[in-house]
C-alpha cells in the first residue's frame, strides 16, 4: 500500500491474522505443529533477538521454557507466526543460552528490521500489555482464562469477556501560513521537538481532540482539521492519529506542566530540523515515528 500510514513505523503488517480462525483450537494446534512456525520472544519488557533475529523457530522457543504467555499473529506467506513471553526472572537464563535482549524502539530506530517484522512486533507487543492489565475479571475479581488463540480473555466466575483494547491518542501539526507549531517535553531527548499530541477521551471526535489538546497545552486556537496518517504505537498500546490543524492566529499560551517550550518554525526552518542541519541544534523525531512524517509531508507541501 502507498498510503501515508504505511510510512510510519510498526504501520506496515501484512500478516493474514485469521481472526475468523481464531477459535478453532484444533487448528491453531496444526500450526503449531507446522515446522515452519516462527515466533517472536519478549522477555520482560525487551525484545529477545538470536543471531540478531527476531524470529525464532517456535520449537526452540518452547524449549527455552515456560512462558507467561502465547498467542497467535497470523500467517506471513503461509508461514505461522507467534508471539510468546516470559517473565522478566527469566532473562538471565535466556541471556546463558546465547539469547540477546533489547529494546524495541531501537529496533525502529536504527531500523535493524525489515518493517513486515517490526509491524507484527508492535501487534505482540501490544497484545501481551493487554493481557498483563486483564488478568483479572474487572467486574468480578476472579482469574481470566485466555481463549481464541490469544485474543480474549474470559472469565470462569461471571462469564464476562475481555477483548484487546488500542488507547487512541491525536498527534498533530498546528499550520499558520507558512508556519508550524513544533513543542517538546522534558522527557524528550535534548533539543528535539515534534508535533503536540494528547490522548482522545471519551465521546470526542478526532477533530475535537486536536483542537482541544493544542488550546490546553499551548493556548493555540484552531479551526479545520485533516487526517493525515495512522500509527500503530505500541508503547504500551496506543494508535497514533496524525492531523494537521488550520491555527487562527499564532498567539501561545503554554501550559508548563505538558510542555517545556513550544514554537513557531517556517517551513525553511523545519526542513533544516528534519535535515538536522537547524542552526540552533534543534532535531526532530526519527523518520520511523509519525510525527516526522507529519512534518516532513507538510515542508514537501503533499500534506493532506
Sequence with gaps: MSDP?????????????LSER?????????????????????????IVLHQHQALMALGEVEDL?????????????????FFTLFGQSEAETLIQRGLELTELRRLLVEGLLAPEQLGALG???????????????????????VEAAGWRRTCPNCGHLSFPRTDPVVIMLAVHGHRCLLGRQPRFPAGMYSCLAGFLEPGETIEDA??????????VRTGAVTYHSSQPWPFPGSLMIGALAQAQDDALILDHDELEDARWFTRDE???????????????????AIAHQI??????????
Design 123 to 145: 501487534q505482540g507487543k501490544s497484545l501481551m500489555h493487554w493481557h498483563r492489565g486483564h488478568r483479572y475479571c474487572g467486574r468480578c475479581g476472579q482469574e481470566t482464562t
Design 295 to 304: 512534518l516532513k509531508s507538510w515542508v514537501e507541501d503533499t500534506a493532506a
Design 210 to 219: 486536536v483542537r482541544r489538546e493544542l488550546r490546553e497545552e499551548a493556548g
Design 22 to 46: 481464531r477459535e478453532d483450537a484444533s487448528y491453531i494446534a496444526s500450526l503449531r505443529r507446522d515446522p515452519q512456525a516462527r515466533s517472536f520472544v519478549q522477555c520482560g519488557d525487551q
Design 65 to 81: 521454557g515456560t512462558p507467561r504467555q502465547s498467542a497467535f499473529l497470523g500467517l506471513h506467506q503461509q508461514v505461522p507466526w
Design 270 to 288: 523545519a526542513a533544516k530540523i528534519l535535515a538536522g542541519q537547524h542552526d540552533g541544534a534543534i532535531t526532530s523525531p526519527p523518520p520511523g
Design 5 to 17: 500510514s504505511s510510512r510510519n513505523g510498526f504501520a506496515f503488517n501484512p500478516l493474514n491474522r
